[in-house]
């Protein structure tokens, strides 16, 4: 029988309950992990500051890891308030333990990963956790082990050897990130929950798969404490299910959020963050919201000007199917056999623009959506048919890795053209859905639902969890595609909730074959709605890992 991943947690007792292990309990209990504490800190401290601290002796915190890794070994190791060098040195001697361990050629940090919370003071006052002993075995001994460091802004400055201040400017943040990676750190968040930021929370993701300002908007309350505990603590727990960096960071932050909404009172002063099963839930669920990601060092589009970029918005095909063609001769076929969502992927450099004007004028004869896929520019381009695009709704669609390669010049070309088009986005995982959205997009694309060849892909298919996953979160319509070639396929991607069900293959290439397939395709999006209305599936459970990080569960 299968057990939850074990997390160690190797922090301070906080007697007022609120933070250290207390606020790392409570968030591998909501993530649904397994979580072994381990004192290596006694505080007398109370909701207004922290009075005194007592690390535990080297011998006792020996005797707890010891006593561990004889019967729960972790999947993750995560820090807060460490108090000594000696419990930095014990650290480091049980990572290199566990990752000697790594068969040849796999990387130490899917052996075991180290989540580090630098806890170097308290958010509510007190005295410094931290000599500059502490801070140089930081350096030396636990960055270059890190697999995730989780500072604010003033604990990164400090572990660079700078002055500790939360109010740098933002273009500056960044730069801290990449020095600390420079010291051999893997991925690196720098939180901006401390920082005077008005309404919303930033905080700099630095990952090998994404970086980009995370955001989400602040939550108005005194109750605070612990935040930093579980957002670590949350990242933690995610690397521990199997999810990789980036996509970790997202769940910590919706985590960290929830917990905020569900602060309370206790004592004088600022009150314990509550993390809680059902975060992930969806906001009409009551949990917390999807977070956006900006496109490189910018803020995300919905933030960045005084009139937020949002596109056009996408209108769901009444039969629920958007069907996908490599040539607007396909796509003339398709319009005739009574498909009214299409999309051109047209993937030859050259002769595409032909396409492109045939495909916008036989959609706008049929009275049909039609996307671009990747020629955006091109398709701007292009003059209208009949000289007006008046009443005709059209897009374009790009992939992850062409939004990534928009200059900053693009960027605005694209995001001018907001009121007159609809821009759909695609993605394969939480970092790439909270990019999209914070994109403004017009619909947001989850795929691969099923394991495709049209693609050469890393990603591990979505499924049905993971879609309607998908369609609780997103703030605009999602689109389901990715392997969706039988009616039984699209019957099992309709029933969880997606506005229209991508079909390339199963539609056929000429117009027979299209007026034989489309009453069976239409029938089983229509089954599949049914099914998912009686179901009325609610998701309460986190999406499962799309890119494989740790080793399976045993």
């Not at 796999?106 to 509510?124: C, E, F, I, K, W």
């Not at 796509?331 to 495909?359: F, M, T």
Request: net charge negative.
């Amino acid at each position: 029988m299968s057990h939850p991943p074990i997390i160690w947690s190797i922090a301070g007792l906080d007697t007022a309950g609120g933070a250290g292990l207390s606020a790392d309990q409570r968030a591998a209990d909501a993530m649904g992990v397994h979580c072994c504490p381990v004192v290596a800190a006694l505080t007398a401290q109370h909701s207004r500051g922290v009075e005194a601290i007592f690390p535990v002796t080297a011998e006792q915190l020996h005797a707890q890891l010891l006593a561990l890794a004889s019967d729960l070994p972790p999947r993750v190791i995560k820090t807060g308030l460490l108090g000594s060098v000696h419990a930095i040195e014990a650290l480091v001697r049980w990572v290199d333990h566990f990752r000697a361990h790594t068969p040849a050629g796999d990387d130490p940090h899917r052996q075991l990963a180290l989540v580090v919370d630098p806890v170097l003071g308290a958010s509510a006052g007190g005295s410094a956790f931290s000599n500059e002993a502490v801070l140089q075995a930081y350096r030396d001994l636990v960055l270059p082990r890190t697999t995730v460091l989780t500072p604010n802004r003033a604990e990164a400055a400090r572990l660079l050897g700078r002055p500790g201040k939360h109010d740098q400017p933002h273009d500056e943040i960044p730069e801290l990130a990449s020095a600390l990676q420079g010291l051999g750190v893997r991925t690196v968040v720098v939180t901006g929950g401390d920082a005077p930021d008005a309404a919303h929370s930033l905080d700099w993701l630095a990952s090998p798969q994404a970086q980009g300002w995370l955001t989400a908007p602040r939550v108005d309350t005194r109750h605070h404490h612990g935040t930093g505990c579980t957002f670590a603590s949350g990242v933690a727990s995610a690397l521990a299910l199997g999810h990789v960096e980036a996509d970790a960071v997202v769940l910590a932050k919706m985590l960290t959020h929830h917990a905020l909404m569900h602060a309370h009172a206790a004592g004088s002063g600022p009150g314990p963050v509550m993390a809680r099963p059902g975060f992930a839930a969806g906001l009409q669920a009551g949990g917390a919201p999807l977070p956006w990601l900006g496109l490189g060092t910018e803020l995300p589009w919905l933030l960045q000007a005084a009139q937020p970029t949002r596109f056009q918005p996408f209108t769901p095909p009444a039969d629920g199917l958007y069907g996908i063609l490599a040539t607007s001769t396909q796509l003339d076929a398709a319009l005739q056999a009574g498909l009214r969502c299409l999309q051109l992927r047209h993937k030859a450099a050259a002769g595409v623009e032909p396409h492109i004007d045939a495909s916008l004028a036989a959609a706008a004869r049929h009275g049909a959506q039609v996307f671009i896929n990747d020629h955006w520019q091109l398709a701007l381009s292009r003059p209208a048919p009949g000289g007006s695009l008046a009443g005709f709704q059209w897009g374009l669609h790009l992939g992850q890795e062409d939004l990534l390669a928009l200059s900053t010049a693009d960027q605005t070309l694209l995001r001018q053209a907001a009121d007159r088009v609809m821009l759909g986005l695609s993605s394969h995982s939480l970092w790439e859905l909270a990019r999209a959205a914070g994109c403004g997009a017009s619909y947001i694309a989850c795929g691969p639902v099923k394991a495709t060849t049209t693609k050469d892909m890393p990603w591990l298919q979505q499924g049905p969890d993971n879609l309607r996953w998908w369609v609780q979160q997103a703030p605009v319509p999602v689109v389901a595609i990715g392997g969706l070639l039988t009616p039984a396929e699209l019957q099992m991607a309709a029933a969880c909730g997606p506005a229209a069900v991508c079909v390339v293959r199963g539609l056929g290439t000429e117009l027979p074959d299209m007026q034989a397939r489309l009453p069976a395709l239409r029938d089983a999006v229509c089954n599949g709605r049914s099914q998912g209305d009686d179901a009325a599936p609610t998701v309460t459970s986190l999406p499962h890992p799309v890119l494989p990080f740790a080793n399976p569960i045993a």
